[in-house]
C-alpha cells in the first residue's frame, strides 16, 4: 500500500516537472517573445529577483483570504446549522440563497467599493460573499442526513434538539464541513484576489494589474505562481486537518482483519 | 429503576391537569372515562402508585392502551393508522406485536415510546399518561445506527449522556464505572473485547446485538424493539434471538417487540397479539406458554408449529379482509 502511495506522488511530481520543461522547450523552440510568453526559468528568476517587493503584497492577499474565510466560515455554520435542524428553515431559505450564490462575485466588488471605497475591506467582503455558500450547503446536508431512527431512540429517551445535534448532528457534519472548507478556502482566494485586481492598491492582484499595464510579463506570471503556490498551501493545510479530525469518514474502505 | 418509583403517586394537582387537557383535547366524553379511570385507581391504589413492591402473583401494569387511535395528516388527508386499540401489558411481559404490513404495529411503539401523541384514547405507561415528554425507554430499530465516529463502548453509552442520573455523573464516570457497565452489556451479548472496536469493524449481527446493549444501558423498564432482526440472516437471527431471551430473562425489562417472523415472536415472546390491517386493531391476543429458556429446536415440534399456523391464518384473514375492504 505504502509503495503505491510513493509511485503515486512520483508520477503526480513528475508530470509538473515535465509540465514546465515542455514550457521552456516550447519558448526555446518558437522564439517567443518574453512580452507573450515567458520562459518559465524566466518566472523564477524575477520571483527570487522581486521577492522583496513581492512579499507585503503576499501578506496582504494572505491576510485578506484569512480574515474573509474566518468571517465567511462562521456565518456559514451559523446559517447551515439553522437551515439544516429545520425543514421549514430549509425550504424557505434555499431559493434565496441559490440567488445569492449565482450572482457572479465580480459584480458585486464594484458595489462594495462603492460602499467602502478601495481597498482591504470590499478584498474581505468579496472573499467572504464567495466562500460561504459551500459551507452553509455542506453543513445543512450534513444535519438533514441524520437517520431518523437514531433520532427516535434519543427523543425517546428525552433528549432535546440541542441534545441531538451536539452528540450526533455536529459530528456528523464534519466530514462535509472539511469537505466544505477545501473549497471554501480556495474559493476566499479567488475572491480576494478579484477583489484586488479591480480595486486596490495593494495585494498581488494589485501587482499583477500594475505588471500587466508596464507590460512586464514576467512578474505578471510570478504572481500567477505565487498565487498557485499560495492555493496549493492552503489547500494542503485544509486537507491535513480533515485528515486529523474526521479520519472515520474515509476509513471504511480499509479491511482489518477480525 | 424501579418502577413502582418512577410512577410515583398522582397527585390531585397532577389529576387536575390532565383531566383537564383531555376535556379540551378530546372532549368530554374521553374526558368522564378518563376522571373515572383515574378515581377508581385513587380508590383502589395499586401497589406500584405507592411504590411497594408488587404482590405475588400480580404483576403491575407496565402498558396500557384504552381506546388509543392515532390519525396522522388532517382533513380530507387523515390517515387513520390505528384505531381503538386496547392493550394492557405487565410490568416484565415479553410481548409480540405482528401483522400485515402497515397495520399499526410501529406506531404502537412510538405511542409507547412518547413519539406520537394519541389523537383518541388514553396511553398509560408507567402508571402516567404519555404526555409530550419522553418515557426514555430504550428502544431499537432495524437499522442499528451505530456512529461511526465513535467506539462501540463509547456508542453503547450514548444514553448515558442524555438520560438522569447518569447525565450529570457522565463526565465522572464515563472513564470508570459507565464503562464497566458498557462492558457487562457487551459481555452478555457475546461481544466481550470488541469495546474499543469501531461500528465499520464489525458484522450486521454484531452491530445489532451493540444496538441492544445500547437500549439497555440505562437500564430502561420498557425495551421497544421494532423489527430489530429484520435485516438479518437467519442463522444470525436465530443466534439473536437467543441472546435476546437471555437478556431478557437477566434484566426482566417490558419488552414489546413488532416482527414479521412468526417464528420470532413463538419463540421469544410470553404472548402475541395478531393486529388488523390499516388500520390497526388488535384481533387476537395469545399466550405463549413454551418453557424458558427455548431452543431453536423448539420452534419445529408439533405445538410451536400449530401456534405459527394459527397466527399465519389470522394474518391472511387480516390481509384478505382489507383487500376486499379496499376492492
Given at each position: ?15 509538473i ?6 514550457w ?5 523552440m518558437?522564439?517567443m517573445s ?5 520562459r518559465?526559468?524566466?518566472v523564477?528568476v524575477t ?9 507585503p ?17 462562521a ?9 439544516g435542524?429545520s425543514?421549514t428553515?430549509y ?6 440563497l441559490?440567488?445569492?450564490s ?10 462594495f467599493?462603492?460602499w ?15 466562500c ?19 433520532e ?11 441534545d ?20 471554501a ?14 480595486a486596490?492598491n495593494?495585494?498581488?492582484?494589485n ?14 506570471f510570478a504572481?500567477l505562481?505565487v498565487l ?11 486537507s ?12 471504511k ?5 477480525t | ?17 390532565v383531566l ?20 377508581v385507581?385513587?380508590m383502589?391504589?395499586?401497589a ?20 388509543a387511535?392515532v ?7 387523515a ?13 416484565g ?6 401483522g400485515?404490513s402497515?397495520?399499526g404495529?410501529?406506531?404502537i ?13 388514553v ?32 456508542n ?6 442524555i438520560?438522569e ?11 470508570t464505572e459507565?464503562r464497566?457497565?458498557?462492558?457487562t ?7 466481550k ?15 445489532q ?5 445500547r ?30 431471551q ?5 434484566h ?35 399466550h405463549?406458554?413454551?418453557a424458558?429458556?427455548r ?6 415440534e ?9 397466527l ?7 390481509r384478505?379482509?382489507?383487500?376486499q375492504g379496499?376492492?
Amino acid at each position: 500500500m505504502f509503495g503505491i502511495d510513493v509511485r503515486q506522488k512520483a508520477w503526480s511530481a513528475g508530470l509538473i516537472v515535465l509540465f514546465f520543461v515542455a514550457w521552456e522547450l516550447f519558448c526555446l523552440m518558437t522564439g517567443m517573445s518574453d512580452l507573450v510568453l515567458p520562459r518559465p526559468s524566466q518566472v523564477f528568476v524575477t520571483l527570487v529577483e522581486r521577492f522583496p517587493v513581492l512579499w507585503p503584497h503576499i501578506v496582504q492577499t494572505l491576510a485578506t483570504t484569512m480574515f474573509g474565510f474566518v468571517l465567511g466560515v462562521a456565518l456559514g455554520v451559523a446559517l447551515g446549522a439553522i437551515i439544516g435542524v429545520s425543514k421549514t428553515a430549509y425550504d424557505t431559505c434555499y431559493p434565496l440563497l441559490i440567488g445569492f450564490s449565482s450572482i457572479p462575485k465580480v459584480a458585486v466588488v464594484p458595489i462594495f467599493v462603492l460602499w467602502f471605497g478601495s481597498g482591504t475591506v470590499p478584498a474581505v467582503l468579496t472573499a467572504l460573499s464567495i466562500c460561504f455558500f459551500p459551507i452553509v450547503v455542506n453543513i445543512a446536508t450534513g444535519l438533514a442526513t441524520t437517520e431518523p431512527e437514531l433520532e427516535d431512540v434519543l427523543k425517546a429517551l428525552g433528549a432535546s434538539k440541542l441534545d441531538i445535534l451536539w452528540n450526533v448532528g455536529l459530528p456528523r457534519t464534519m466530514p462535509f464541513f472539511f469537505a466544505s472548507l477545501k473549497v471554501a478556502i480556495s474559493y476566499a482566494f479567488v475572491g480576494a484576489v478579484l477583489s484586488e485586481t479591480v480595486a486596490s492598491n495593494r495585494g498581488i492582484g494589485n501587482v499583477m494589474m500594475t505588471a500587466s499595464s508596464n507590460f512586464n510579463v514576467p512578474l505578471v506570471f510570478a504572481g500567477l505562481f505565487v498565487l498557485a503556490g499560495l492555493g496549493v498551501a492552503l489547500y494542503v493545510v485544509f486537507s491535513l486537518i480533515e485528515g486529523q479530525v474526521t479520519g472515520w469518514a474515509t476509513r471504511k474502505n480499509d479491511v482489518i482483519a477480525t | 429503576m424501579q418502577f413502582g418509583g418512577q410512577a410515583a403517586q398522582i397527585e390531585s394537582g397532577h389529576l387536575a391537569q390532565v383531566l383537564a387537557k383531555s376535556l379540551i383535547s378530546r372532549g368530554p366524553i374521553a374526558g368522564i372515562q378518563l376522571a373515572c379511570t383515574l378515581v377508581v385507581m385513587r380508590m383502589q391504589p395499586h401497589a406500584q402508585f405507592r411504590g411497594q413492591p408488587v404482590p405475588e402473583g400480580q404483576a403491575a401494569t407496565a402498558i396500557e392502551l384504552s381506546d388509543a387511535s392515532v390519525t396522522f395528516g388532517r382533513g380530507d388527508r387523515a390517515v387513520p393508522a390505528l384505531s381503538k386499540t386496547t392493550l394492557k401489558i405487565a410490568d416484565g411481559e415479553f410481548v409480540a406485536l405482528v401483522g400485515p404490513s402497515g397495520c399499526g404495529k410501529s406506531t404502537i411503539l412510538r405511542l409507547v415510546s412518547g413519539l406520537v401523541q394519541p389523537t383518541g384514547g388514553v396511553v398509560i405507561v408507567g402508571g402516567r399518561e404519555v404526555a409530550a415528554r419522553a418515557m426514555r425507554v430504550g428502544m431499537a430499530f432495524q437499522n442499528p445506527t451505530m456512529l461511526p465516529w465513535m467506539t462501540i463502548e463509547r456508542n453503547i453509552m450514548l444514553p448515558l449522556k442524555i438520560v438522569e442520573p447518569f447525565r450529570s455523573n457522565f463526565r465522572r464516570l464515563r472513564k470508570t464505572e459507565f464503562r464497566d457497565k458498557a462492558n457487562t452489556l457487551l459481555e452478555q451479548v457475546g461481544l466481550k473485547g470488541f469495546g474499543s472496536r469501531y461500528p465499520w469493524q464489525l458484522s450486521g449481527g454484531m452491530l445489532q446485538r451493540a444496538n441492544l446493549c445500547r437500549a439497555l444501558i440505562h437500564e430502561p423498564r420498557m425495551l421497544l424493539l421494532d423489527e430489530p432482526f429484520g435485516a438479518l440472516d437467519q442463522f444470525t437471527r436465530e443466534e439473536l434471538w437467543a441472546i435476546l431471551q437471555n437478556l431478557w430473562m437477566t434484566h426482566k425489562p417490558t419488552v414489546l417487540l413488532v416482527t414479521h417472523d412468526l417464528r420470532e415472536a413463538g419463540f421469544l415472546a410470553s404472548r402475541i397479539c395478531v393486529m388488523s390491517a390499516r388500520p390497526g386493531r388488535i384481533l387476537d391476543d395469545s399466550h405463549v406458554v413454551f418453557a424458558r429458556p427455548r431452543t431453536v429446536a423448539m420452534t419445529f415440534e408439533p405445538d410451536f408449529v400449530a401456534l405459527n399456523q394459527k397466527l399465519r391464518a389470522f394474518i391472511e384473514d387480516a390481509r384478505s379482509a382489507a383487500e376486499q375492504g379496499t376492492g
